[in-house]
C-alpha cells in the first residue's frame, strides 16, 4: 500500500472543490459506510442527505465537484461513492501518523480504533517524559521526543497528532514542521502558529462544551414561562391646590385643601 509521503492523489485545491465541500464529504462517507456494511446497494439523494444531517440540494452540488450525478429514479451507488468519496479524501492510501504527548488525551487516541479503519496507521508515540520511554501504549512502545525528527524520516510521516498541554505545544509543532511534517492535528487548547503550505486542524473539546452550554442556557430561557406584564404602580396623587375664587360670603377666604 502506498505511503502518504510518496504517492499524493490530486488534492481538492487543485481540483477546485471548496473548503465547504471537503468538510462534508466525511459525513457523506460515514454514512455511507453504514449503508455498505447493511448490503444497501443504492441510495436516494434525500435519504442520504438526512443521514449525513445536510439538505438535498447542497448534497446533489458537493457530488457534482467529484463528477458523480446519480441516476434519475435510482440514485446513487453506494459501493461507488464509498470508493469516490475515499479517494478524494485520500484514504486509498496508508497514512502514517505520529501521536506526540501521552498523557490521558494521547493514550486515548492511541487505543482508538477508528485510525486504522479509515486509513490511518499510528506510526508512532512520542513523549517528552524518560519515565514513559520503552513503555507500550496500545501496543506501541512511547518513544521520547528526543528521536522525534528519527522517527519522522523512518516512517515517512506527513500528519502528526500533538496532544501535550499547551505550554509545549508550540514547540513541538515547530519541532514538526521542521521534519517535514505538513499536517498538524491540534489536541491542545491554543492556537498553533505554522508556515505557508501547513495545514492545521484544532480540536477543542472545551470550546464544543462552551458552545453547547450556550445554546442550553438559550433554551433554558425560551421554555421558561414569561412574566405577566403588569402596569407600573400609579404616582402618588399630587396635592391639589384649590383656586382662590375670592372671599366667600363670610367674607372668608377658602385655605388649601388636599384633593
Not at 465547504?20 to 448490503?39: K, M
Not at 396635592?239 to 363670610?250: E, L, N, S
Amino acid at each position: 500500500m502506498a505511503t502518504g509521503r510518496n504517492h499524493r492523489p490530486a488534492t481538492s485545491r487543485s481540483r477546485g472543490i471548496p473548503e465547504a465541500t471537503v468538510a462534508r464529504l466525511p459525513l457523506y462517507l460515514r454514512a455511507l459506510t453504514a449503508l455498505s456494511e447493511r448490503s444497501v446497494p443504492t441510495v436516494s439523494s434525500e435519504e442520504l442527505a438526512a443521514a449525513a444531517g445536510v439538505n438535498s440540494a447542497k448534497l446533489r452540488k458537493d457530488f457534482s465537484y467529484l463528477g458523480s450525478y446519480g441516476t434519475r429514479g435510482v440514485g446513487y451507488d453506494v459501493e461507488y461513492l464509498v470508493y469516490q468519496i475515499s479517494r478524494e479524501l485520500g484514504l486509498t492510501q496508508d497514512w502514517p501518523v505520529v501521536i506526540v504527548g501521552i498523557g490521558n488525551l494521547g493514550a486515548a487516541l492511541a487505543n482508538y480504533g477508528g485510525f486504522a479503519s479509515r486509513g490511518f496507521r499510528v506510526a508512532a508515540l512520542i513523549d517528552a517524559d524518560p519515565s514513559l520511554a520503552g513503555k507500550p501504549v496500545a501496543g506501541i512502545d512511547v518513544q521520547h521526543t528526543d528521536a522525534l525528527e528519527q522517527i519522522i524520516a523512518d516512517n515517512g510521516v506527513s500528519i502528526g497528532v500533538i496532544a501535550t498541554p499547551a505550554g509545549s505545544a508550540q514547540q513541538v509543532c515547530d519541532r514538526l514542521v521542521a521534519a517535514g511534517i505538513t499536517s498538524i492535528l491540534n489536541f491542545a487548547p491554543t492556537v498553533l502558529s505554522v508556515p505557508e503550505g501547513v495545514d492545521v486542524r484544532k480540536v477543542d473539546l472545551s470550546i464544543e462544551l462552551q458552545i453547547l452550554a450556550f445554546h442550553e442556557q438559550r433554551k433554558a430561557g425560551e421554555d421558561a414561562p414569561e412574566e405577566e406584564e403588569t402596569a407600573p404602580p400609579a404616582a402618588p396623587p399630587a396635592a391639589a391646590v384649590t383656586k382662590r375664587p375670592g372671599p366667600g360670603p363670610d367674607g372668608d377666604v377658602p385655605a388649601v385643601m388636599p384633593a
